[in-house]
């Protein structure tokens, strides 16, 4: 079930509600804009915490992103040391082990570029989404509050 759907099913019987309610027009129609203000205020507040859960997520996936860069960048280092140390001690033969090490090293870089690279656009999409979500749920609301108050017009 949609969040629009929802939202417009409220206020359908929101508005069924008041057109039947036994009170006069002047406090029906305060009613109306009281629970259509609430109504407003808490879709705010939806695309709110959708924006604060958006840059959370963000702000998460880059943490996560550096961390796994620092990971592997401190891996590739040791890797690289440890070859450095073989290579002094085995001589001609170590040269061959140290340029596969390097070479391991470097892929390993790349790699790890790959997966921060991977992690901050997944980040980034994510936000983008949750974004999109809360604009799309404030417009429905607001789509909605119009068309109902207009409903209401057309009907006094």
């Given amino acids: 079930m949609k969040f629009s759907s929802f939202v417009k099913g409220m206020l359908v019987g929101l508005g069924v509600g008041y057109l039947f309610a036994p009170k006069s027009g002047k406090e029906t129609r305060k009613d109306i804009s009281d629970k259509l203000e609430d109504l407003k205020e808490q879709g ?31 891996a590739a280092g040791d890797v690289k040391e440890t070859a450095q140390e073989s290579a002094e001690k085995v001589g001609k033969e170590a040269k061959d082990v140290k340029h596969e090490a390097d070479k391991a090293a470097d892929d390993m870089k790349s790699t790890a570029k790959d997966a921060a690279d991977d992690v901050k656009d997944t980040s980034k999409d ?4 949750v974004k999109g979500t809360a604009e799309d ?11 109902y108050i207009n409903n209401i017009k057309d009907n006094q």
């Fill in 126 to 129: 994510a936000a983008e989404d």
């Fill in 137 to 147: 749920a404030a417009d429905d609301v607001k789509k909605d509050t119009k068309k």
């Fill in 44 to 74: 705010m507040d939806y695309a709110d915490t959708a924006a604060e859960k958006g840059a959370e997520i963000a702000d998460t996936s880059k943490h996560a992103a550096q961390d796994v860069k620092s990971t592997m960048k401190d």
